[in-house]
Structure formats: structure tokens, C-alpha cells
């Protein structure tokens, strides 16, 4: 049986953070799906067409990895490709309340799925799509945080070059 497993997340752009979370997925299931999801709580700053560009960039050389986007609840999709987990990157405590109620909900929603938690690798714990967009909007270097391309597209959105 193929392990099928779905990364969801915003990926409002996408981090080295995220970057190592799906290589890891990668090497534990036979594929994953990275799903480009909405949350109704953040306004984002790409579309998510053109986040879905940014990570193909940076999954190029991950065989078993495709993309895909979603606009509606994730355990349908879960439900929809036959996958058996949910798979989410765990920085700090900070972020357990709202994962853990999240892995809770789909888990309802969905009983033949479970939310694995890969742990954020320590240089990575505090990194977040928020805090590389407040540190670019303010000049900052973002190049230890996110790729190059990644770096540009950002740097442009926000200087409004495109
Ligand atoms: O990267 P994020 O913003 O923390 O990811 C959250 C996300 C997008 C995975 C979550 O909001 C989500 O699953 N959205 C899809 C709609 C849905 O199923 N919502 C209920 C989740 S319990």
C-alpha cells in the first residue's frame, strides 16, 4: 500500500523552515502531497497561485512531492486522495494549542487520517512566514530564511516592483 501523506499549510511564501519539513515527509511516505490551503485568519501576501510557483521552485529535486491547492476543508481532501496522515511542523509550545486543535478537529472530521508532528529542526524554531515578511517590510536580510528566488519574490512584492 502506498502511504500517501498531505502537507498543509499557507506557505505565505514558503521558509527554509517548510523546505525541511517536506524533505523530511519526503523520506518517511512514499509520497506527499504539499496542499497550498486557506486560513481564514491570515491576509495573505501571495496569491496562492503564485506560492504554489515559489514551492515547485524549491521542491524541484523531491521525486515523491507534488502540490497541489485547496479552497475548502482539508479532511475532505484527506479523505478525497486516500491519504493517511496530515503532516505538520511543530516549532515551539507556542504552536501546540493551535495545532493540537487542529489535529483534534480533522481527526473528527476524518478518523483514518492522523496528524503526525515532525519537530522544526533548532535553527529553524523561530522561523515563521510572518516574521521573514516583518523583517523584509522593515529592510532586513531574509537571505539565512527563505531561498534566493524566494528572497526576490518577496523583496519585489513588497517594494511593489511587481
Ligand atoms: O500555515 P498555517 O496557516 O498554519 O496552516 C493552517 C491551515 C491552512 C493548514 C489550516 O487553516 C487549514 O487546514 N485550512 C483549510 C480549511 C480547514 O480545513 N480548516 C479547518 C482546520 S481544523
Known amino acids: 500500500m502506498r502511504r500517501i501523506a498531505v502537507c498543509p499549510g499557507s506557505f505565505d511564501p514558503v521558509t527554509f523552515g517548510h523546505i525541511d519539513i517536506f524533505t523530511r515527509a519526503s523520506t518517511l511516505f512514499d509520497k506527499v502531497i504539499i496542499l497550498v490551503s486557506t486560513n481564514l485568519s491570515k491576509q ?6 503564485e506560492r504554489i510557483k515559489m514551492i ?3 521542491t524541484a529535486g523531491m521525486d515523491n512531492v507534488v502540490i ?11 479523505r478525497e486522495v486516500g491519504a493517511c496522515a496530515i503532516v505538520k511542523g511543530l516549532r515551539a509550545v507556542s504552536d501546540f494549542e493551535y495545532e493540537f486543535q487542529m489535529a483534534l478537529a480533522n481527526k473528527k472530521l476524518y478518523p483514518d487520517a492522523e496528524t503526525v508532528f515532525l519537530t522544526t529542526s533548532t535553527e529553524n524554531m523561530y522561523l515563521s512566514s ?22 526576490e519574490s518577496i523583496v519585489n512584492r513588497i517594494t511593489g516592483v511587481k
Open 44 to 49: 495573505p501576501l501571495f496569491t496562492p497561485t
Open 56 to 58: 515547485m521552485d524549491v
Open 68 to 78: 497541489d491547492i485547496l479552497d475548502g476543508l482539508l479532511a475532505d481532501y484527506v
Open 130 to 151: 510572518s516574521v521573514v515578511k516583518q523583517i523584509a517590510a522593515f529592510g532586513g536580510d531574509i537571505s539565512s530564511f527563505v531561498p534566493e528566488i524566494i528572497r
